[in-house]
């Protein structure tokens, strides 16, 4: 599987998240760990221009990478808080709050 189509799988629950929100303008503040130009904070940037781009604009979205907003444990809980809407974390971390996931650390 493509890069592009990976991109593309992962932002599809995106797409349905937001389908209830009207025509409210949407604000994403996604959080990594990673530094710049770490690919997958690449590819996330580039996902996130492409949404701006392709909602002419009712979405903007805004990256935060370098663990400015904390580590991966406190950015899930600022998303379970809704303080931020994206993240990319490990499956270790989400074990504790999804623990369905844990199926996938298995050794």
Do not use: W
């Not at 760990?33 to 392709?54: D, I, R, S, T, W």
């Amino acid at each position: 599987m493509d890069f592009k189509r990976k991109l593309l799988i992962a932002a599809l629950p995106l797409a349905f998240c937001m389908s209830g929100l009207a025509q409210a303008d949407v604000k994403i503040k996604f959080a990594e760990v990673h530094p710049a130009g770490y690919a997958p904070v690449v590819a996330e940037q580039n996902m996130g221009k492409k949404l701006e781009e392709q909602s002419k604009g009712e979405i903007t979205f805004k990256m935060y990478a370098g663990g400015v907003l904390g580590s991966e444990k406190e950015v899930v809980e600022q998303v379970q808080s809704g303080a931020v809407q994206m993240t990319r974390v490990s499956l270790g971390i989400v074990g504790p709050v999804v623990p369905d996931v844990n199926v996938f650390n298995l050794p």
